[in-house]
């Protein structure tokens, strides 16, 4: 069973559209507690920073995020769902991530923001996320912040849009990918269902 | 490299496709599910749908519509026509889209578009300007083209960004089904003016438009309609016609 975060930012619905698609069950989890019935977690999202770490503390999820990604069960963060998994971003400095991984996450200074639409990953690393991927595959891209991981070893894809970019991250069990795969068509299909083969 | 996308827009009435409906190889003719399914197929990097039945009943069935399009294709799809209100949105994005383009209930209810930008995220809000030109100057107009707001669109657009709008669906009135291409001038003054995505529409007749409306008219993406459904061009045909003409496009 894979449990999809809802805290109540963002819409879920194409994210557990693409799960079914790819034949699987999925709960969208409201309360902490529902995480106890999965095996995998989805952490999604749109919108800002600051007010999506906020409604993890106020529904309680930050606590059970942070113990799911502590036990290093399986877990994938996509868009803002990544970005929350480290330390700070400079959307709201006041506001401390999960930080899992070490790093911020600055605002693009260049061209449109936020950066929307088809981009491409050059591939830094092998992982099993990116089985069967091409290097230079197009993914769907919609975000404003970035992340600047400091610790390069975590990172397995980058990015170019005015300056090179994490655009994936892995740390064993837990993965973070910037763009939307539930969005980028048969590509993110194969990579969600990668996913649910690793883990 | 960021890829210029490619939007097929299909123009929906009751749950049928009534703009170009000379599909040859599809069974379904004028359905919009089979059509968003093909279109899939053939590499469209997002697909609009909008509603011009503007009745009640339409938008019931355009729901729907997106409901079946959203289990099968895996793109970004936007919705439009018609929606009045952030329980419109809500409905549109519960049903499978991602983005909700709005007209007419922006120009008469601005607060709309930042109403919706805060429930949604500014990424949900499509600010979609019907542009007319007179002399030197081009304004938006409503309700399908048919009234002038008296508002000029190039301003509009940037209190449009200034609200929360996400990215400008831009369509030219003098252009629309002209086939002449893309009101260029208005397309760069726009995209000039914003710093969110313009999709520039109205007018594709062939593929050279489309490169001058990127190059010159700095577009972001390009909205599509008779130009795919009469089957002149593949989505294929006019993603090779840009890259050989530089333009980053997404295979």
New interface residues.
């Given amino acids: 069973m894979i449990a999809i975060i809802d805290y109540g930012?963002?819409?879920l619905?194409?994210v557990k559209?693409?799960f079914?698609?790819l034949k699987q069950d999925t709960i969208i989890a409201g309360k902490p507690e529902d995480l106890d019935k999965a095996d995998k977690v989805v952490l999604p999202g749109?919108?800002a920073f600051g007010s999506a770490i906020e409604k993890l503390r106020e529904t309680g999820f930050y606590e059970a995020t942070y113990d799911w990604l502590y036990e290093n069960k399986p877990f994938l963060g996509i868009c803002l769902g990544m970005q929350m998994l480290f330390e700070e971003s400079l959307e709201s400095e006041d506001t401390r991530g999960l930080g899992i991984f070490k790093g911020k996450c600055p605002r693009f200074k260049e061209?449109?923001?936020?950066?929307?639409?088809?981009?491409?990953i050059n591939i830094t690393r092998e992982s099993p996320l990116l089985e069967g991927i091409k290097d230079k595959s197009?993914f769907?891209?919609?975000h404003g912040y970035y992340v600047e991981a400091t610790d390069t070893g975590t990172v397995i894809a980058t990015t170019?849009?005015f300056i090179n970019y994490t655009s994936m991250i892995q740390k064993e069990n837990i993965f973070g990918v910037q763009f939307h795969p539930?969005?980028?068509?048969?590509t993110?299909?194969k990579m969600l269902s990668n996913w649910l083969e690793i883990c | 490299m960021l890829a210029t996308r490619i939007i097929p827009c299909l123009d929906v009435d009751l749950g049928r496709v009534v703009k170009g409906i000379k599909f040859k190889d599809l069974d379904n003719v004028g359905d919009p599910v089979e059509m968003a399914k093909s279109y899939n197929e053939q590499g469209a990097d997002e697909l609009t749908f909008l509603d011009i039945g503007a009745s009640y009943k339409s938008r019931e069935i355009l729901i729907e519509v997106l409901e079946k399009v959203s289990e099968q294709v895996f793109i970004p799809l936007t919705v439009g026509g018609g929606l009045r209100s952030t329980e419109d949105m809500r409905k549109a994005l519960n049903s499978g889209a991602d983005k909700v383009a709005i007209c007419t209930s922006a120009i008469e209810n601005p607060s709309l578009i930042t109403e919706g930008a805060k429930i949604f995220g500014s990424q949900c809000i499509v600010l979609s300007i019907d542009a007319k030109r007179q002399g030197n100057s081009w304004y938006a107009y409503t309700h399908g083209g048919r009234n002038n707001s008296g508002i000029d669109a190039i301003k509009w657009a940037k209190k449009g960004e200034n609200l929360g709008a996400g990215e400008i669906l831009l369509n030219s009135i003098d252009k629309d089904g002209t086939k002449e291409g893309y009101d260029i001038e208005l397309t760069a003054k726009i995209s000039e003016s914003v710093s969110i995505p313009v999709i520039a529409s109205g007018g594709a007749g062939n593929p050279d438009q489309l490169v001058d409306a990127v190059k010159e008219g700095k577009a972001d993406a390009v909205l599509l309609a008779s130009l795919l459904h009469y089957g002149e061009y593949t989505i294929k045909d006019i993603k090779e016609h840009l890259e050989k003409k530089e333009i980053c496009v997404r295979w």
Wanted: proline fraction near 3%; avoid cysteine.
């Fill in positions: 930012a963002g819409n619905r194409s559209k693409a079914n698609h749109v919108g061209g449109k923001v936020p950066q929307m639409g088809w981009n491409q197009f769907y891209f919609l170019d849009y539930e969005k980028s068509g048969e993110g299909l």
